[in-house]
Each structure stands twice: as structure tokens, then as C-alpha cells.
């Protein structure tokens, strides 16, 4: 639903207008600089050109009151190299919003709370926002012992999302990552692990993105824009030969630095 506001006469240079966007949602839980840098620097190497010229609003809901003042000057300088657009701060304390007024960057109040049951499902995904989820790592304690004398395997937790994908939304994972919906055009997944979609998968799939040969894409329907498996690329169309394939179950592997689409 779109709101307009005429400005006047026929002959107006503009007139106003308001809308409901997609956007994503960086959740600071650290202002340390470094740490910051370090994760952008991460993210972005294992997909250099999927952030480029990409609207964020950075939210400070999360932050502890120990955690020592953030310079937005620096924090908006620092996401523009890695190709994000600062477009508004959400949430935190009185003194962020004042920041953020000096800074002329926009603030926006924190969302609504959710009684629990709600806040479960919002761990996975917002219908208003661009997810970029990040599963937990987790270890046994026999594994911690042993972590004292050799190197410890890192167990990456799956990422469950039961609800759709919508266009121009985002979902990061960095295990496995289930989704029981459909996945609509526009829509983007990114896993470290497997990619699982019980329903048409038409957005882009990104398996292996951490180098993870062995990652597959499977999906019930298949009708995707891009699939991809440790940045081997490819852009199916059910136009361009009649792909047999298009609309099956399928599943997707990277052998020989080649992908290969099995039907299952």
C-alpha cells in the first residue's frame, strides 16, 4: 500500500510519497572498531560484490551499557568501503539518538516488543527487514578439553527458517540453513553449509560460501535465479532450453569446479 501526498498544483517539481521497503539490519553487539572491521572484512570476502550498494540501518538494541561510545563518522566511513550505505540508526540509548542527530543520520525508535512465543520466531526472521542471521557455534565439553592440545573442530549450528523468503530479503547462515517456505524471486541465501528448501526456491542459492566444496543446494522446486557452491556460478532459465529439470526436486553439487544438477 502506497501513501501519497499531493504537494500542491498539477505543475508540482515533486510530490511525496510513502512506501514499505526491504532493508537490512546490522545488529551491533560490540563498538569495538577492530572487531567490526574484522567481521565486515569477513562477510564481504566470502561474497565480494553481494553487499555492494546496499542500504543498512544499524541497530544499537543490543548494546550493553558497558560497551564505550561508537564514532558514526568512522562507522559510516568504515561500511562504505565495504560497500554499505548507512541510511539510519534504530534504537539504543538517549545518547545514540543525540549522536545520531549531530551525525545527521536519521534514528529510529526500537521495534515493538514481542511476547515470547513471537520473539522465537523473530530470532529467524522480520517480514520488514533483511535478515542476516548468524547461527551459534557450539562444542562439547570433550571437545573444549581437548581444544587445549589440538584444534578443535567447529561445529556450525543449522539455521531453520519457517517462513517465506520474500523478495529482496537476505538470509545469512553460517551452517546449514533449512527453509520451510518458498523462496520468492529476489530473495537471496547465503550458508556456509547445505542449503535446504522445502518449497520453490526461485531467489538466489549460495552454498559453501566460507569454501565449503562439499555444500549442496537441495530444494523441491526447482526455479532459481542463481545457484551457486563455493563460487562456482550458475543462472539456470526454464526459457533458455527447456531445462527438463526446471520446476523438479533437485539437488545441487560442485564437482570437478563444475555444478551438477540431480534430480532427486
Known amino acids: 500500500m502506497t501513501l501519497q501526498l499531493q ?4 505543475a508540482a517539481a515533486f510530490k511525496m510519497t510513502g512506501g514499505i521497503y ?7 553487539h560490540s563498538t569495538n572498531p577492530v572487531e567490526i572491521t574484522n567481521q565486515l572484512e569477513s562477510m564481504t570476502r566470502k561474497a565480494p560484490n553481494f553487499f555492494q550498494q546496499t542500504p543498512v540501518i544499524i541497530a544499537f538494541d543490543q548494546l550493553g551499557p558497558e560497551q564505550p561510545p561508537i564514532d558514526l563518522y568512522q562507522l559510516r566511513h568504515k561500511l562504505q568501503q565495504f560497500g554499505l550505505i548507512l541510511i539510519a540508526l534504530r534504537g539504543g540509548h538517549e545518547n545514540h539518538k543525540q549522536d545520531a542527530m549531530m551525525a545527521g543520520i536519521p534514528w529510529l525508535p526500537p521495534p515493538r516488543r514481542r511476547n515470547p512465543k513471537e520473539e522465537h520466531f523473530a530470532d529467524h526472521v522480520d517480514t520488514n527487514v533483511v535478515i542476516m542471521q548468524k547461527s551459534r557455534t557450539t562444542s562439547t565439553p570433550e571437545a573444549e578439553t581437548a581444544s587445549q592440545t589440538q584444534t578443535t573442530p567447529v561445529i556450525q549450528k543449522t539455521t531453520l527458517i519457517e517462513h517465506p523468503i520474500r523478495s529482496g530479503q537476505q538470509v545469512y547462515a553460517e551452517g546449514d540453513l533449512v527453509i520451510t517456505s518458498p523462496v520468492s ?3 537471496e541465501l547465503l550458508a556456509g553449509g547445505n542449503i535446504h528448501v522445502y518449497g520453490p526456491l526461485r531467489g538466489r542459492a549460495l552454498a559453501g560460501v566460507n569454501g565449503n566444496t562439499d555444500a549442496r543446494i537441495f530444494c523441491l522446486q526447482f526455479e532459481a535465479e542463481l545457484i551457486s557452491i563455493n563460487g562456482q556460478y550458475k543462472m539456470p532459465s526454464a526459457s533458455s532450453n527447456g531445462d527438463p529439470l526446471w520446476g523438479s526436486s533437485v ?13 532427486l
Request: zero cysteines; charged letters at 15%; proline letters at 0%.
Open 251 to 263: 539437488t545441487v553439487s560442485l564437482e570437478v569446479q563444475s555444478l551438477h544438477i540431480k534430480k
Open 185 to 187: 524471486s529476489g530473495a
Open 7 to 10: 504537494t500542491g498544483t498539477a
Open 22 to 28: 526491504t532493508l537490512t539490519t546490522l545488529e551491533l
